[in-house]
Nanobody, 126 residues
Framework: QVQLVESGGGLVQAGGSLRLSCAASGRTSSRYSMGWFRQAPGREREFVAA????????NYGDLVKGRFTISRDNIKNTVYLQMNSLKPEDTAVYYC???????????????????WGQGTQVTVSS
């Protein structure tokens, strides 16, 4: 089992920045990819970014590429999502997730992730 706890969400003005964190506990000795997804009211869960277990391979959703950066610290068992140039359409609940697969290119599909956090709200005002 892997437990995931997100933090860092909040209210920010358009153009601002936030950094989300996701702390993992439990089977932290396992190698797994970490992903961030988001879900706005009435919309499907959307892929945001992911990083492989080594930290050297990343994948980004088209809507956030160039603005968001994912990184991980395997000593702290934490993954981060630095979000810059935020837009009102980035408003959503952001979830982190763990994929126990060892793919060098981390997955974009939610169903491939076995463990999920409870989510953290990000609201971007215009």
């Amino acid at each position: 089992q892997v437990q995931l706890v997100e933090s860092g969400g909040g209210l920010v003005q358009a153009g601002g920045s936030l950094r989300l964190s996701c702390a993992a506990s439990g089977r932290t000795s396992s190698r797994y990819s970490m992903g961030w997804f988001r879900q706005a009211p009435g919309r499907e869960r959307e892929f945001v970014a992911a990083v492989n277990w080594r930290g050297g391979g990343t994948n980004y959703g088209d809507l956030v590429k160039g603005r968001f950066t994912i990184s991980r610290d395997n000593i702290k068992n934490t993954v981060y999502l630095q979000m810059n140039s935020l837009k009102p359409e980035d408003t959503a609940v952001y979830y982190c997730a763990a994929d126990l697969g060892l793919a060098l290119v981390p997955a974009r599909i939610p169903s491939l992730y076995e463990y999920w956090g409870q989510g953290t709200q990000v609201t971007v005002s215009s």
